[in-house]
């Protein structure tokens, strides 16, 4: 009997291993979209932003279901729904807010320091 329950379970985890193998993979549409809009609202209002991500966390709530979301539904869903039997994953493109600022470099590169291009 013992034996029974530890194949069944040993069963289980593997097949939970396989169902659960696209829940990350994929193109985590609902977050994404998250990150537009918070990126658009910073170019409208960078003090809303710091206040709605960092003293009042409405951003990282927002973030947090957007990625159960697409954990749970959507990513498996795409994943074997489609990419797994095309051969090729599907991508967000990302919207680009319209800015009177452009960053040049991030100082994170070969120069030091950080450009900013204002037009």
């Given amino acids: 009997m013992q034996r029974i329950q530890i194949r069944l379970g040993v069963a289980a985890m593997a097949a939970a291993v396989v169902l659960f193998a696209g829940c990350y993979s994929g193109p ?12 658009e609202l910073y170019t409208d209002s960078p003090i809303l932003t710091a206040v709605c991500s960092d003293i009042v966390p409405v951003v990282p709530l927002i973030d947090s279901v957007a990625f159960l979301g697409d954990w749970l539904i959507l990513n498996p869903v795409q994943f074997w729904g489609s990419d797994v039997w095309h ?30 291009k204002v037009r």
């Fill in 28 to 39: 985590r549409y609902l977050s994404r979209s998250v990150d537009d809009t918070v990126n």
């Fill in 87 to 116: 051969g090729e994953g599907a991508a967000y493109h990302h919207s680009n807010p319209p800015s009177q600022k452009e960053v040049l470099w991030s100082g994170l590169g070969s120069g030091s320091g950080y450009a900013l």
